[in-house]
Structures are given as structure tokens and as C-alpha cells.
């Protein structure tokens, strides 16, 4: 049987604060200012989550022209009910990416 | 120049990231601009680095990329160095110095002036194949760490032609069965133990694990 492990505090951050702007998009550095994770604890988490379908990555198109495209984040419906399932301070109004 | 240490660090990190992480190294350097352009390079870079470290260590993909750097940067290259270096060694002495078996052609000894005279007709072969081996090992060091399975295999398939070969120049001037055991166990087990890691390392390459 599969061992479900509880999200760690670091991922606890990074969740609410991809939750807090509910379904929008993230970058790498703007989450890192937010949540106070470095990135040597942020990107991780990401390709972690990625993995397990709890948030979704993508290529978006620069807001200023000439900058190249950024990777960006946001939670997908999965990544709310994890929120849900493992975080009661985490509530409100939750974007479902996705859903 | 401020920024050149973060740059530098950050592009450590991106070189450690492997392959199939290519896309995350993408990401991670563009952040990275943007963290420079805030005076926060350095650290994200650090963070960076880290993260491509962690993953190389802890994963078998990874361990497969330090076996194989380390096989050629621990194991070919210094064999490539001690063969390089026994050739130019024995040219000096051949090309330069006075004939080193002057001496022994000099002895009223029947059989040391054999042994000058066999070495001086094995001598340009031994060397050539030195210089052949030292090349052939550096090669195959370049092309373990690339991955080219191919070309390492002619590489090696070419190494021990020349092992042969200068086994058979070092059984013909060697005048003990000893000296000659001595030298040639050593080439054997080094043709050997060189293909048997670099077959394990290719067929980890193909793995369905990786």
C-alpha cells in the first residue's frame, strides 16, 4: 500500500499562496518572494507537485515585449482538494485551475 | 563583473541538471534574470545549484552521470596521462639523450647486449603504441562522457589491438618470463576492467530504470 505522507510546511506555504490568488498564474520568482521559500526549496516543490498533478506549469508569454516566455503555475483542481484535505487554515474562495 | 559570481553559479547549476530537467533548467534561468535584475542572482543561483546537486545525487540517472564522469575523469584520463608520459619519457631518452643502451651494448655480457639490441628495434614501436593507447584513452573518455556508445566501442575495439601489439613487442625484449607477466597482466587488466565498466555504464544508459 502506497504511503500517503502529510505536505510538509514548506509545501503548506507554497499551496496557500498559489490558492491566495486563486486560479491565476504564478512565476518561479514572484512565489518565491511570497512565500519567503528559496529556491533551492521552492523549485523542488515544484517539480514535485507538478509531478503529483497538484499544480500545472506552463509557458507564458512575457508581459513586456523583448523578455523571453516564463515558466508560470498555478493549482489545479487536485491541488485544491489536497489544500482541503491536509490544511484547515487554508480556506475561502479557492481557484480550481482546471476544474 | 558584480554579477559575474552568480552567473558563473548559475550556470554550474544548469550544466548539473540533466536532460529530461531541461525544461525546469529553462525555467529556473529566467527567473534568474529576473532575480539579478533585483540584486538577488547570487542566492537564487546558490538555490539553484543546490536543487540541480540534490537531484543528481539522489537519483540513479544521476549516479549514472557521476560513474561515467568519473570513469573518465579518475580512471581513462590518468591512464591516458601515465601512457602519454611514458612515451614523451622514452623519447626524450631516444631522441635527445645519449643512446641509453650504449652501456649495455658496451658489456662484454652476451646477453645484455641481446636485450639493447632487441630494445632498440622494439623501441619506435613501443613508443608509437603508447602514443596510440594515451590518444585512444582520451578519446574514449571524451565519448564515455557523451554517451557516443559507438564510437567508444571502435575507440576500444582500437585500444586493444594495441594492447596486442605492444604485448608482443614487450614479450619480444623482455628477457624474463617474470618482467614480461609483470607488464602484461598490467596492460591485460587494464583492456579489461575499462570495457566491462564502460559496458555496464551502456547498458545503464538503455535501461527502462533510468
Redesign the interface.
Known amino acids: 500500500m502506497k504511503r500517503v505522507r502529510r505536505p510538509s510546511k514548506q509545501m503548506l506555504t507554497l499551496l496557500a499562496a498559489l490558492a491566495d490568488r486563486g486560479g491565476q498564474w504564478w512565476?518561479?520568482?514572484d512565489l518565491?518572494k511570497q512565500t519567503g521559500l528559496?529556491?533551492?526549496?521552492?523549485?523542488?516543490l515544484l517539480?514535485r507537485m507538478t509531478e503529483q498533478g497538484l499544480i500545472e506549469?506552463e509557458w507564458r508569454a512575457p508581459e513586456q515585449p523583448g523578455r523571453?516566455?516564463?515558466?508560470a503555475y498555478r493549482l489545479t483542481a487536485a491541488g485544491v482538494a489536497h489544500i482541503q484535505a491536509h490544511a484547515a487554515p487554508v480556506d475561502g474562495d479557492l481557484g480550481l485551475a482546471g476544474a | 563583473m558584480r554579477h559575474a559570481p552568480a552567473r558563473i553559479a548559475m550556470t554550474l547549476a544548469m550544466a548539473l541538471m540533466r536532460d529530461h530537467?531541461r525544461?525546469?533548467a529553462?525555467?529556473?534561468a529566467?527567473?534568474f534574470e529576473?532575480?539579478e535584475r533585483e540584486g538577488q542572482g547570487l542566492?537564487?543561483?546558490?538555490?539553484?545549484?543546490?536543487?540541480a546537486l540534490?537531484?543528481l545525487v539522489t537519483s540513479f540517472a544521476g549516479w549514472h552521470v557521476v560513474t561515467r564522469y568519473g570513469l573518465a575523469l579518475v580512471v581513462l584520463l590518468p591512464m591516458a596521462l601515465f601512457h602519454l608520459g611514458c612515451a614523451v619519457h622514452g623519447l626524450r631518452c631516444w631522441l635527445f639523450d645519449s643512446d641509453p643502451y650504449l652501456a649495455m651494448l658496451a658489456s662484454g655480457n652476451a646477453g645484455q647486449r641481446t636485450i639493447a639490441v632487441a630494445y632498440r628495434n622494439w623501441s619506435p614501436v613501443i613508443l608509437a603504441g603508447l602514443i596510440a593507447l594515451g590518444t585512444l584513452h582520451i578519446l574514449i573518455a571524451w565519448w564515455i562522457t557523451a554517451c557516443e556508445w559507438r564510437r567508444v566501442g571502435l575507440a576500444m575495439i582500437a585500444a586493444i589491438l594495441v594492447v596486442a601489439g605492444l604485448m608482443l613487442a614487450i614479450a619480444a625484449i623482455h628477457p624474463t618470463p617474470w618482467g614480461m607477466a609483470l607488464q602484461g597482466i598490467a596492460l591485460l587488466a587494464e583492456i579489461l576492467a575499462v570495457p566491462i565498466l564502460t559496458v555496464w555504464h551502456r547498458r545503464q544508459t538503455h535501461s527502462p530504470i533510468r
Do not use: K, N
Request: net charge neutral.
Open positions: 512565476h518561479g520568482y518565491m528559496q529556491s533551492g526549496t521552492l523549485y523542488p517539480m506549469a523571453p516566455p516564463r515558466h | 530537467e525544461d525546469w529553462q525555467a529556473m529566467i527567473e529576473q532575480a542566492g537564487f543561483a546558490l538555490g539553484c545549484g543546490t536543487v540534490r537531484r
